[in-house]
């Protein structure tokens, strides 16, 4: 893969971890609050998106980690980390993570919308990251049978 293509699907990669990350601590969850026998407490979307922005930040670092990792091996790790830190912020809004409130209406539906969209980006690139690792190979001459 030419060094220009690489760069280019880095900075798409830290970009989207960055916009998780962003949006998280932005849009956040819903602004209501439950009371509980112990007093009031924000609804359960409000910690989704608190975990979310804290994981999200180790995505932002391995997506760093993964467009100036000099080596191959350090690439495919970060790219794999990446993956990994992708999977977990797109798990978090589930019901059997954190999840969301109920009533699809609400704004953290939305906003875990924009979330695995950014998400799902990120891990297709880091996919793409993982597969295609080593720039020098797209430079050796191919095999013709």
């Given at each position: 893969?030419?060094?220009?293509?690489?760069?280019?699907?880095?900075?798409?990669?830290?970009?989207?971890?960055?916009?998780?990350?962003?949006?998280?601590?932005?849009?956040?969850?819903?602004?209501?609050?439950?009371?509980?026998?112990?007093?009031?407490?924000?609804?359960?979307?409000?910690?989704?998106?608190?975990?979310?922005t804290f994981?999200?930040?180790?995505?932002?670092?391995?997506?760093?980690?993964?467009?100036?990792a000099k080596?191959?091996?350090?690439?495919?790790?970060?790219?794999?980390?990446?993956?990994?830190?992708?999977?977990?912020?797109?798990?978090?809004?589930?019901?059997?993570?954190?999840?969301?409130?109920?009533?699809?209406?609400?704004?953290?539906?939305?906003?875990?919308?924009?979330?695995?969209?950014?998400?799902?980006?990120?891990?297709?690139?880091?996919?793409?990251?993982?597969?295609?690792?080593?720039?020098?190979?797209?430079?050796?001459?191919?095999?013709?049978?």
């Amino acid at each position: 893969m030419k060094a220009g293509v690489w760069k280019a699907l880095g900075a798409v990669s830290v970009l989207c971890m960055i916009a998780v990350v962003a949006v998280s601590a932005v849009m956040g969850g819903c602004d209501k609050m439950i009371e509980c026998t112990s007093g009031m407490m924000p609804m359960k979307c409000h910690w989704t998106f608190v975990a979310a922005t804290f994981v999200g930040v180790a995505g932002v670092v391995s997506a760093i980690a993964a467009l100036a990792a000099k080596t191959a091996e350090g690439r495919r790790v970060a790219a794999l980390m990446t993956i990994v830190v992708g999977a977990i912020i797109a798990v978090l809004p589930m019901d059997f993570a954190i999840g969301l409130c109920g009533n699809a209406e609400m704004e953290c539906h939305h906003t875990a919308l924009v979330v695995w969209i950014a998400v799902a980006v990120a891990v297709v690139v880091a996919l793409v990251q993982v597969a295609k690792a080593n720039p020098a190979d797209a430079e050796k001459p191919k095999l013709k049978l």
